[in-house]
């Protein structure tokens, strides 16, 4: 009997689980999911971008292009990298890779650095000409943490449920 040849790397394990939580996202415009992974290929924590615990997602607001602040979602929304952060339980890391659909921005880089993830691997990165995601690649130089775009070796995983 022969191993089979067709099975996921772990690099398309973890970003299929990233993707999987990023269908859990409310968010009508960006959604994004985030799988954190030990140095024995195991999964620690798992997050998506969605609103704080006991925050309705229907009371709460999902616009990005209001001229009022509070009335978009960006000073509510939990980013899926630090949710995956946040439930791994405050666990801090020797040595971790964050595997995300989205680079992170800088308030995410900063919880990443502080967390000890040394390792990232993102999908897209849409929005890298915008100063906060300058501002994280610049945080992630400085301290060493290492980041590479997903090497997308198999066009499609289909789950049927």
């Known amino acids: 009997m022969h191993e ?5 790397s772990w690099d398309e394990y973890f970003m ?7 269908l859990r996202s409310k968010d009508p415009s ?18 998506y ?7 309705e ?7 990005k292009d209001e001229k009022e602040y509070l009335n978009t979602k960006y000073p ?4 899926a990298e630090l949710n995956a952060i946040l439930n791994s339980k405050g666990k801090i890391f020797k040595t971790a ?4 659909t989205l680079f992170p921005c800088n308030e995410c880089a900063k919880a990443i650095i502080q967390s000890g993830i040394d390792k990232i691997i993102y999908k897209g990165n849409k929005y890298k ?7 994280a690649k610049k945080m992630f130089d400085l301290s060493g943490v290492k980041y590479f775009k997903y090497n997308l070796k198999q066009k499609e995983i289909k789950i049927e449920i």
């Not at 971008?49 to 925050?55: I, K, R």
């Not at 000409?129 to 501002?135: L, R």
């Open 129 to 135: 000409d915008k100063d906060s995601f300058i501002a």
């Open 16 to 22: 299929a689980l990233a993707e999987i939580c990023a």
């Open 49 to 55: 971008n969605g609103m704080p615990n006991g925050c």
């Open 4 to 8: 089979r040849e067709d099975f996921l």
């Open 30 to 47: 960006t959604r994004v999911g985030a799988c954190l992974v030990d140095e024995n290929n195991k999964v620690i924590s798992l997050g």
């Open 97 to 100: 890779v964050l595997y995300t």
């Open 76 to 79: 509510f929304v939990c980013h």
């Open 57 to 63: 997602d229907k009371e709460m607001p999902w616009g």
